[in-house]
């Protein structure tokens, strides 16, 4: 089982999204489909996708978050061809944050937000090995700029089979950018790879809770381990999410919920979601005994 999976917050277009990227991304498919019934947010569809063999939820909770650049997915491409494939079928309807052509780092590269407002980074590998085609890319911006490095070493402590790859640093001509600070970074968690940079440029946005990273649990011991290394802003914690001291939203969750939640019986999932909305922090026991109940 993937241990950290991907959860996006979408108004109320889950299910349209999750069967758009399925048509877009080859050897794609949605795995699961349900519903929460009696959330703040009403009736919830949540859609679970594996897109080119990474894990996404997606979710129909209302208009409280909006996509931005923040955190973007990089394809990894190994053609020039597969590049401007992606490229024609996410940009209609979408915003071009970086035009498709030739870069120093790339012979065929673009980084765009489609229709529904997810950033997407397109790049012809070349001669680099693939071991990953999905990969999340954190842009630290505003009062977070700079810290990118110190996020990567965090991360490192706190998660098992880490490891921090290759930095790209800015050069002192790459003005505004600080010398130093990360240009583009690669690291592994729990055997994912993930990057990161730095950007201080000026920007409209920042880390929110449109994209989360859920941490799947074995047990409450090791919930416990994950929520007192990470949450960092008190009034943040609620149904398992949390911010960490960067502002990057994490969902630490039993991998049992999973099963409970897939579950034919309604009230036993009716029970569940009662129990967890209560909740900062995910009680196992508790959940086991709503699921469980009569």
């Known amino acids: 089982m993937q241990k950290i999976t991907y959860h996006l917050w979408f108004d109320r277009q889950a299910i349209e999204a999750a069967e758009?990227?399925?048509s877009v991304f080859k050897g794609s498919a949605i795995k699961d489909k349900s519903q929460l019934k009696n959330t703040p947010s009403g009736t919830v569809d949540i859609v679970t996708a594996e897109l080119m063999g990474q894990e996404f939820t997606l979710l129909s909770a209302g208009p409280l978050?909006?996509?931005?650049?923040?955190?973007?997915?990089?394809?990894?491409?190994?053609?020039?061809?597969?590049v401007d494939e992606l490229w024609a079928k996410l940009s209609p309807g979408g915003k071009?944050?970086?035009?498709?052509?030739?870069y120093p780092f790339s012979e065929r590269y673009a980084w765009l937000e489609d229709r529904y407002g997810l950033s997407w980074q397109l790049m012809f590998m070349g001669e680099r090995e693939v071991t990953q085609n999905i990969i999340p890319t954190l842009?630290?911006?505003?009062?977070?700029?700079?810290?990118?490095?110190?996020?990567?070493?965090?991360?490192?402590?706190?998660?098992?089979?880490?490891?921090?790859?290759?930095?790209?640093?800015?050069?002192?001509?790459?003005?505004?950018?600080?010398?130093?600070?990360?240009?583009?970074?690669n690291f592994t968690l729990e055997g994912q790879a993930f990057a990161a940079m730095d950007s201080a440029r000026m920007h409209d946005f920042k880390f929110n809770e449109a994209?989360?990273?859920?941490?799947?649990?074995?047990?409450?011991?090791?919930?416990?381990?994950?929520?007192?290394?990470?949450?960092?802003?008190?009034?943040?914690?609620?149904?398992?999410?949390?911010?960490?001291?960067?502002?990057?939203?994490?969902?630490i969750v039993p991998e049992v919920l999973d099963v409970m939640m897939?579950?034919?019986d309604e009230k036993k999932i009716a029970r569940v979601t009662e129990a967890f909305l209560k909740m900062k922090k995910f009680d196992l026991k508790e959940l086991q005994k709503a699921y469980d109940a009569d």
């Open 20 to 22: 758009f990227y399925v």
């Open 65 to 82: 978050f909006k996509f931005n650049p923040s955190i973007s997915f990089l394809v990894a491409c190994k053609t020039k061809n597969e």
């Open 96 to 102: 071009v944050l970086m035009e498709l052509g030739e």
């Open 139 to 185: 842009m630290f911006v505003g009062d977070m700029s700079g810290k990118a490095e110190e996020a990567i070493g965090l991360y490192a402590t706190i998660f098992h089979d880490a490891e921090v790859g290759d930095i790209l640093r800015y050069d002192p001509g790459d003005g505004p950018e600080v010398p130093g600070t990360i240009k583009h970074a």
């Open 211 to 251: 994209i989360s990273f859920m941490v799947h649990c074995a047990d409450q011991d090791e919930i416990d381990y994950h929520w007192d290394r990470l949450s960092a802003v008190p009034e943040s914690e609620q149904c398992g999410w949390l911010k960490d001291k960067y502002g990057v939203s994490w969902q």
């Open 262 to 264: 897939q579950s034919k």
